[in-house]
């Protein structure tokens, strides 16, 4: 699955064109005591080129890597509904 999401941080218009390889890299790459760089490494990963230096700028500012993953791969995932069996 591939997708692309555009979303505005502080005014800054960003694009990111996420695929199921790069979700998964992202997801296999967190670690208890790591959860910075993988964001980082993500969004860099995704970013579309035009948007590369706008996004350095931003990942600058401390806890943005962390909600702006976040709001790239909410945007990313499918709804799904889970019913446990009794």
């Known amino acids: 699955m591939e997708k692309t999401i555009s979303l505005t941080v502080n005014g800054i218009d960003l694009a990111f064109d996420v695929t199921l390889e790069a979700f998964n ?21 995704t970013v579309k080129a035009e948007y590369k230096d706008a996004l350095r700028e931003l990942l600058n500012q401390p806890g943005v890597a962390i909600e702006l993953a976040a709001a790239v791969v909410n ?10 069996g009794k």
Do not use: G, S, W
Not at 78 to 84: D, G
């Open 25 to 45: 890299t992202y997801a296999n790459e967190m670690q208890p005591t790591d959860k910075v760089n993988p964001c980082h490494n993500f969004l860099m990963r």
């Open 75 to 84: 945007n990313y995932k499918p709804k799904v509904t889970i019913t446990l």
